[in-house]
C-alpha cells in the first residue's frame, strides 16, 4: 500500500548534547524531538556529537517518525568507524534511507578523524539500499590501492644464470676442500628431524626447539647438503631479480637479510657483491649460517635476535632488506613492516616472498598453532599491499606480483623519511618507530 506521502516544511533540527540521550532517556528523547518540530515535519536534520554506533542507530529510529518525504540528514562530529557503522546498521532496518556520502575530516596530532555522513530519506522507499551504491569504505581511500605489479626486466633463465654464478663465489676450490667443509658443518649441526618430513615429524612442537638445514647448499665439486627448502633460495631471488624488485648488481650496498636460516639467500646476496647482515631468531640456525659463511670465505655478520627487538642504530642503515618467506610467520606484520622501513636508508627497498591469500578483497588468511606450519597472517594481494603502505611506504613505490604457486612478492621503495602515518593501536607506542624514520 502506498504510504501518503509527507510534505518538507521548513523545519530543521540540530541534535546536540543538549539533547536527552537517545539510548538511556528514549521517551524524554521523543518528547524532546516533538517540543521542537512543533508539529512540522522536519526536511532537514543534523546529528552532531553521537558517541557509539548504537546510539546512532536508536537516535535516527526515534526521529525517523518527524521527517518529511526527500529530507536530509547529516550525522557529523564523531569517530568516524561509529557513524559508519552505525549507517550501515540504519539501512539494515530502515530500507527509508539512502547512505549518500562519507567524508573523513582531518584531526589534530595525527589521530583519527571525525566523520561527516550524508543520509536521504523517501517515506515509499521498500527495498534496502544496494551495498554497491554504499560507500565501501568507512576510512574513506584516500589514494587507489590498485598496486602495480613489477614488469620483467630480463627472461628468468638469464636471472637464474646470475644467481647460479652468485653461489659459485663460494664453492670450495678442491674436492677435499668441498667434503672438508660438508663434513664440518654436518658433524656441528646434525639434522634433528629429516629435513624432507621436518614439516609431519615436527609440526606442532616449539620451531626453536629443533634443527634442520635450510636450503640446499652446493659445496662444489658434486659435494652437497640437503634442506628443508630445497632450491628456493634460487627461485626466488632469480623471480625477483627478473622482475626488477632485487637489483642484480649489489656491489657498494649494504643488505639486511631478514630470517636467513642456515644462509641459502644471503650466500645469494654476498655472491651480488653486498655487504650482508643476517638476522636470525633461531639460534641453532643463525650459528649454522654464521658458520657456513666463515668456511665459505663469505663475510657476513649473522645476529641471533627477533626482529622484533629493534635497534636504533640500525636506523637508516640499509640500501636493501631482503626477506623471503618470513612475514607470515610472525605475530605483527605491521610492527615488522614498520621496523624495516626504519631500518631502509631513503631510496632503499624493501624485497619480500611471503605465503599469501588468494581472491579479491583486503583480507588476511590466520592459522595460528591449530594449524601445521608455524603460520599466523598470509595477507591477500591488497592487505599486503595496504600494510606496506601503512608502515610508511608510498603506493605509488609498491609493486607487488602473484608467483606461480600461489605466493607474493613484493617490492617497496622508500622515497625518504616519514612518521608513522597512523599511531592509533600501534603496538610499540610512544617508541621511536613512531618518529620521522
Same mark, same amino acid.
Not at 61 to 87: E, M, R
Not at 165 to 171: F, H, I, P, S, V
Given at each position: ?57 536508536? %537516535? ?10 526527500? &529530507? /536530509? @540528514?547529516?550525522?557529523?562530529?564523531? =569517530?568516524? +568507524? #561509529? ?87 663460494? %664453492? ?10 660438508? &663434513? /664440518? @658443518?654436518?658433524?656441528?649441526?646434525? =639434522?634433528? +628431524? #629429516? ?109 641471533? +635476535? #627477533? ?131
Amino acid at each position: 500500500m502506498n504510504i501518503a506521502r509527507k510534505q518538507k516544511s521548513a523545519t530543521t533540527l540540530i541534535i546536540d548534547q543538549a539533547a536527552p540521550d537517545a539510548m538511556k532517556e528514549p521517551a524524554a528523547f521523543s518528547r524532546w524531538a516533538r517540543e521542537r518540530c512543533g508539529g512540522a515535519y522536519l526536511y532537514h536534520v543534523h546529528c552532531g556529537g553521537l558517541t557509539g554506533d548504537r546510539r546512532i542507530l536508536r %537516535t535516527i529510529s526515534l526521529i525517523k517518525p518527524h521527517l518529511a518525504d526527500g &529530507a /536530509t @540528514l547529516s550525522v557529523g562530529d564523531a =569517530d568516524f +568507524a #561509529s557513524v559508519y557503522d552505525g549507517l550501515i546498521d540504519v539501512l539494515a532496518i530502515h530500507p527509508e534511507f539512502h547512505f549518500e556520502s562519507l567524508d573523513i575530516l582531518p584531526a589534530e596530532n595525527d589521530r583519527p578523524g571525525c566523520g561527516v555522513a550524508q543520509l536521504s530519506f523517501d517515506v515509499n522507499r521498500r527495498t534496502l539500499q544496494p551495498l554497491a551504491t554504499v560507500p565501501d569504505n568507512k576510512n574513506k581511500r584516500l589514494f587507489s590501492d590498485d598496486f602495480a605489479a613489477a614488469a620483467a626486466i630480463m627472461p628468468r633463465g638469464t636471472a637464474e644464470a646470475i644467481v647460479r654464478r652468485a653461489l659459485g663465489r663460494w %664453492t670450495a676450490a678442491t674436492e677435499s676442500d668441498a667434503r672438508t667443509i660438508a &663434513a /664440518t @658443518l654436518g658433524r656441528e649441526f646434525p =639434522d634433528g +628431524a #629429516s629435513v624432507r618430513e621436518y614439516w609431519h615429524e615436527k609440526a606442532g612442537t616449539q620451531f626453536t626447539g629443533f634443527f634442520a638445514w635450510g636450503h640446499d647448499h652446493d659445496f662444489g665439486h658434486g659435494v652437497a647438503r640437503q634442506g628443508t627448502m630445497s632450491t628456493r633460495h634460487i627461485e626466488i631471488t632469480s623471480e625477483t631479480i627478473a622482475l626488477g624488485m632485487l637489483p642484480f648488481d649489489l656491489n657498494g650496498l649494504d643488505v639486511l637479510d631478514i630470517g636467513c636460516w642456515t644462509g641459502g639467500d644471503l650466500m645469494v646476496l654476498g655472491g651480488l657483491g653486498a655487504t650482508v647482515t643476517a638476522i636470525e631468531e633461531h639460534p641453532v640456525s643463525a650459528m649454522a649460517a654464521a658458520r657456513l659463511c666463515e668456511l665459505s670465505g663469505c663475510k657476513t655478520e649473522v645476529v641471533n +635476535a #627477533s626482529l622484533y627487538a629493534d635497534r636504533p642504530d640500525w636506523r637508516q642503515k640499509f640500501d636493501v632488506i631482503y626477506c623471503s618467506g618470513v612475514i607470515y610467520h610472525v605475530t605483527d606484520p605491521l610492527l615488522f613492516l614498520r621496523i624495516c622501513f626504519a631500518y631502509l636508508k631513503p631510496g632503499g627497498r624493501l624485497v619480500l616472498e611471503t605465503k599469501a591469500e588468494t581472491g579479491d578483497g583486503s583480507v588476511c588468511g590466520y592459522s595460528g598453532t591449530l594449524e601445521r606450519g608455524w603460520n599466523w597472517y598470509a595477507p591477500s594481494r591488497e592487505a599486503l599491499g595496504r600494510m606496506l603502505v601503512d608502515a610508511g611506504f608510498p603506493p605509488e613505490g609498491i609493486a607487488l606480483n602473484w608467483r606461480s604457486i600461489g605466493r607474493l612478492l613484493a617490492s617497496a621503495r622508500k622515497d625518504g623519511t616519514c612518521r608513522l602515518p597512523e599511531r592509533a593501536g600501534f603496538s610499540r607506542p610512544g617508541s621511536w618507530l613512531e618518529d620521522d624514520v
